[in-house]
């Protein structure tokens, strides 16, 4: 009888001890949850804005890796994370139109250029806002750039139509207007409007 009353005892204490951690546990994952996402509100509210990554498709609809675009205190960082690109250096661009048709990907206009200049970073009469450096594609495909267009804020990219990063079959020769004899476009990834 002692004994019966012993594990009684001890199994009511054990019990009422998992019952006192129980709502320490909820406590606990209640924290930990509220704490991430007063991390992701801080992230969203204090550092710079970050647009939904975008995807890079090629002509034929294939996925061919991404894009993220986010605001800084030197303008716009574009982060790129390709592959299954041709090898070599490519001209890039950003396009006027959020809109990533292939197969020839001209749903995406020209050049994103609202100062009307002549295109080529090493042209008198230019760039376009819309004119980025060559891009330089590996032998295995891949595409790993970080680049900032200085002056520009993602807000601008991002207005009703939003706009297109592009990029192209040849290298741009950074002089030559509209396009900078860069080819085709064979990649595009849309930075979609806001909101």
Do not use: Y
């Not at 129980?22 to 509100?41: H, Y």
């Not at 034929?60 to 299954?84: F, I, N, Y």
């Amino acid at each position: 009888m002692r004994i019966a009353a012993s594990l009684l005892v001890a199994s009511t204490l054990a019990i009422a001890a998992c019952a006192d951690n129980e709502p320490v546990a909820n406590d606990v994952n209640l924290t930990m949850n509220d704490t991430a996402l007063s991390d992701t509100n801080l992230v969203g509210n204090d550092a710079a804005p970050l647009a939904p990554a975008a995807n890079f498709v090629g002509g034929d609809g294939a996925a061919l890796g991404s894009v993220t675009v986010e605001d800084s205190a030197g303008g716009v960082v574009l982060r790129l994370a390709g592959s299954g690109m041709p090898a070599g250096t490519h001209g890039l661009h950003i396009h006027m139109v959020g809109k990533c048709e292939g197969p020839k990907f001209e749903s995406a206009g020209a050049h994103w250029n609202p100062d009307n200049k002549q295109h080529g970073l090493e042209n008198p009469e230019g760039p376009h806002r819309g004119d980025l450096p060559n891009a330089t594609v590996g032998a295995d495909g891949s595409l790993t750039e970080s680049l900032t267009i200085a002056g520009v804020s993602l807000a601008e990219l991002r207005d009703s139509d939003g706009s297109a990063l592009v990029v192209h079959a040849q290298p741009d020769d950074n002089m030559t207007d509209p396009s900078g004899n860069s080819g085709d476009r064979i990649a595009c990834a849309v930075i979609a409007p806001a909101g």
